[in-house]
């Protein structure tokens, strides 16, 4: 089944203590993306890779970090994560080709830093 | 920068009726797709419905359908016989083309429909 996969799916956690977001499609796109959603701000792209050792920031990068050493996973690194880190955070994933193509998304990781 | 506007925070709808939610964008591209997505309380993001800038005929799925209007930049989702199931969040959002397929979707903030029996 094609399908976008994210662990853990809840996390609670302390301010301060590193923890990692894993994110793997097993669609063979190139294009990858994380997002947050926070209630009456929508969703928000954090970072996005357009292939393998490829990665640029979006809109809300700050306190978060990526790799994309392998095609299939898009890992969201949070260093030191802060109680303003609370959200629920979306991986996507999509074929580059064209921007028609449809973004697929993984179901959701709901973290909240105490 | 584009922006997407979804002007209800939250609608409803008797089971059955039909109802439409607003969407609005600024953009100064030509070239743009246009989704909506569907949140159930599952939280996963579907997609209900998109559409191609340089079409003009208005895209349909089923029950729903979409008034696109290019001079306006409005994107209007009209769901028809609504059923319980069409409960959720509601987001419209916006992708510029790229020929690299790299865009980001840029999401309005959503709209919460209520489906009443």
């Known amino acids: 089944e094609a399908q976008v996969t994210q662990n853990p799916r809840y996390l609670i956690t302390v301010t301060g203590k590193k923890l990692t977001v894993t994110c793997s499609q097993n669609?063979?796109?190139?294009?990858m993306s994380w997002y947050r959603q926070d209630p009456g701000l929508g969703l928000r792209q954090i970072y996005y890779s357009m292939n393998v050792e490829v990665t640029d920031k979006g809109d809300v990068p700050e306190g978060y970090k990526v790799s994309r050493k392998e095609k299939r996973n898009f890992p969201l690194i949070l260093e030191s994560p802060s109680p303003n880190q609370t959200s629920l955070y979306f991986c996507?994933?999509?074929?580059?080709?064209?921007?028609?193509?449809?973004?697929?998304f993984g179901p959701g990781t709901r973290l909240t830093v105490l | 920068a584009q922006t997407v506007t979804q002007s209800q925070p939250e609608m409803s709808v008797q089971e059955a009726e039909t109802v439409t939610l607003s969407c609005t964008y600024d953009?100064?591209?030509?070239?743009?797709?246009l989704f909506w997505y569907k949140q159930p309380p599952s939280r996963q993001m579907i997609l209900v419905i998109r559409?191609?800038?340089?079409?003009?005929q208005n895209a349909t799925e089923n029950r729903f359908s979409v008034n696109f209007q290019k001079a306006a930049k409005s994107f209007s989702l009209k769901i028809s016989d609504s059923q319980l199931g069409d409960a959720a969040m509601y987001f419209c959002?916006?992708?510029?083309?790229?020929?690299?397929?790299?865009?980001?979707?840029?999401f309005g903030k959503g709209t919460k429909l209520t489906v009443n029996p």
């Open positions: 953009t100064s591209e030509s070239d743009y797709y």
């Open positions: 669609m063979n796109h190139e294009y």
């Open positions: 559409q191609e800038a340089y079409k003009q």
């Open positions: 996507a994933s999509s074929l580059r080709r064209e921007s028609y193509n449809e973004q697929f």
């Open positions: 959002a916006y992708r510029r083309y790229h020929q690299g397929g790299s865009e980001k979707l840029v």
